[in-house]
């Protein structure tokens, strides 16, 4: 059962949401929070499995409570309703696993929540564009520098697999993907694995 948190200051907007999500077998909504701060106290205390998180909220906004949660094993998806391009790298910064927007259709947003839950970094599209467009794609080596093996790594990491579903993929273990994933983001110079995608996306190597 994938437990999730839902954030957002409009009690209209948390309602729909846990009315879908608990229709959802697989999906089991354990609390509700109306600003920044009690998200961040929810999380502490239900340690939910995912959090649903809008970004403009009173007390904390969405990028405080993300800077408050760092470390924390709850994966955070921004779910807002604010196109504003400049806020999607902040948040993948600041530690967001995923970022859509509340027009998004349901079966997607269930989709996501599973994906996020599994490993899986999850961007709108618009969202990657913005990246793209704002130049955090990683600026790193060159391509060149990468393992066939390394290569092989990053295309299925921009198809969004998770560590596990990579060493299926590949017949290997999955302590090894992981040390291959180490070493793509080195040599990409790149923080994680969303930005390491959005490489892979701008330069062509997918």
Same mark, same amino acid.
């Given at each position: 059962?994938?437990? $999730?948190?839902?954030?957002?200051? #409009?009690?209209?907007?948390?309602? %729909?949401?846990?009315?879908?999500?608990?229709?959802q077998e697989d999906i089991s909504v354990v609390g509700e929070a109306g600003d920044g701060a009690e998200? /961040?106290?929810?999380?502490?205390?239900?340690?939910?499995?995912?959090?649903?998180?809008? @970004? +403009?909220?009173? /007390?904390?906004?969405?990028?405080?409570? @993300?800077?408050?949660?760092?470390?924390?094993?709850?994966? /955070?998806? /921004?779910?807002?309703? $604010?196109?504003?391009?400049?806020? *999607?790298?902040?948040?993948?910064?600041? &530690?967001?696993? %995923?970022?859509?927007?509340?027009?998004?259709? !349901?079966?997607?947003?269930?989709?996501?929540?599973?994906?996020? #839950?599994? &490993?899986?970094?999850?961007?709108? !599209?618009?969202?990657?564009?913005?990246?793209?467009?704002?130049?955090? &794609?990683?600026? %790193?080596?060159?391509a060149t520098s990468l393992t066939d093996r390394e290569r092989e790594v990053l295309a299925l990491i921009?198809?969004?697999?998770?560590?596990?579903?990579?060493?299926?993929?590949?017949?290997?273990?999955? +302590?090894?993907?992981?040390? #291959? *994933?180490?070493? $793509?983001?080195?040599k990409l110079g790149v923080q994680d694995r969303t930005q390491a995608a959005l490489y892979a996306v701008? #330069? %062509?190597?997918?």
């Open positions: 059962m994938i437990r $999730v948190l839902i954030a957002d200051d #409009h009690p209209v907007v948390r309602q %729909g949401l846990r009315t879908f999500l608990d229709l998200a /961040v106290e929810l999380v502490e205390r239900l340690r939910p499995d995912v959090l649903l998180l809008d @970004l +403009k909220m009173p /007390v904390l906004d969405g990028l405080a409570t @993300l800077g408050r949660l760092a470390g924390t094993a709850t994966r /955070v998806v /921004v779910l807002t309703s $604010v196109s504003d391009r400049a806020d *999607v790298a902040p948040a993948i910064r600041a &530690g967001a696993a %995923g970022f859509l927007y509340k027009d998004v259709d !349901p079966s997607a947003l269930v989709q996501g929540v599973r994906a996020v #839950h599994e &490993g899986q970094v999850l961007l709108a !599209p618009e969202a990657a564009e913005a990246m793209l467009a704002d130049g955090h &794609g990683g600026d %790193g080596l060159t921009a198809a969004g697999c998770s560590n596990r579903e990579i060493a299926r993929n590949l017949t290997v273990a999955e +302590k090894t993907v992981k040390t #291959h *994933v180490s070493n $793509v983001l080195m701008r #330069h %062509g190597l997918v």
